[in-house]
């Protein structure tokens, strides 16, 4: 319960401060971006949210790896906010029976905060050998 208030105040910060800079940078298959700039310039912000890559408007639960390092796996389908510094980021996020999507590059300036929803498509292969 007190993560879920964290998140929802997290979410009203993040939208509630900002002001659209970019809508749907990119597009594709496994993952939409939008950018926006907070208001008061100064947080920068990830906030990731999983989907099924077959039916798009069921949440699922995903593993976010940001620069090489596991963040915890969330409990619930509410998604996941960090707060990061200005730089490069790699993204990669994925689960167990999903493929993996990678975005090699997303450079984040202070002030950014980015909106990522991962759409998590099944991987036909066996994970028993």
């Given at each position: 319960?007190?993560?879920?208030?964290?998140?929802?105040?997290?979410l009203c910060f993040?939208?509630?401060c900002s002001k659209v800079v970019t809508n749907n940078l990119y597009t594709g298959g496994r993952y939409k971006l939008n950018?926006?700039?907070t208001r008061d310039k100064l947080s920068t912000k990830i906030y990731c949210e999983f989907y099924n890559?077959?039916?798009e408007n069921e949440k699922t639960i995903g593993i976010i790896k940001i620069n090489?390092?596991?963040?915890p796996i969330?409990?619930?389908y509410n998604g996941q906010l960090v707060t990061v510094s200005?730089?490069?980021?790699?993204i990669e996020t994925g689960f167990l029976g999903k493929k993996w999507t990678v975005i090699e590059k997303?450079?984040?300036?202070?002030?950014?905060?980015?909106v990522l929803k991962f759409y998590l498509e099944d991987d036909d292969r066996s994970l028993v050998d």
């Open positions: 319960m007190k993560q879920n208030i964290l998140i929802i105040i997290g993040l939208f509630g950018y926006y700039k890559f077959e039916l090489g390092v596991f963040l969330p409990t619930d200005h730089g490069n980021y790699k997303l450079k984040m300036n202070k002030g950014d905060s980015v």
